[in-house]
Nanobody, 126 residues
Framework: QVQLVESGGGLVQAGDSLRVSCAPS????????MGWFRQAPGREREFVAA????????HVADSIKGRFTISRGNAENTVYLHMNNMKPEDTAIYYC???????????????????WGQGTQVTVSS
């Protein structure tokens, strides 16, 4: 069982940048495919970005392409979501998720992710 912990959320203004982080609560022996999802009030959870085990393959949702990027840290299963030129519609709880090692890349399908963090609130004021 892997517990994921997100951090770095907060209140920013439109146009600002923010980086949220995700790390496992205990050391893992291998990298997993990982992703970020978000859920705004009154809306369903939606895919934001995904990254492969190696970090060489990434994908960002079309609606935010060009503003958000995903990257891996040096420690196993540490991932970052870099958000630039933020907009009020980016306000949501951001969740980190990981596969269990059975897939090289999990993409935007939430059913392919096994472990989920508790989420970190990101609020963008206009």
């Amino acid at each position: 069982q892997v517990q994921l912990v997100e951090s770095g959320g907060g209140l920013v203004q439109a146009g600002d940048s923010l980086r949220v982080s995700c790390a496992p609560s205990r050391r893992t022996s291998t990298n997993y495919a990982m992703g970020w999802f978000r859920q705004a009030p009154g809306r369903e959870r939606e895919f934001v970005a995904a990254i492969s085990k190696s970090g060489l393959s990434t994908h960002v949702a079309d609606s935010i392409k060009g503003r958000f990027t995903i990257s891996r840290g040096n420690a196993e299963n540490t991932v970052y979501l870099h958000m630039n030129n933020m907009k009020p519609e980016d306000t949501a709880i951001y969740y980190c998720a990981s596969n269990d090692g059975s897939m090289f890349y999990a993409g935007g399908d939430p059913s392919k992710y096994v472990y989920w963090g508790q989420g970190t609130q990101v609020t963008v004021s206009s």
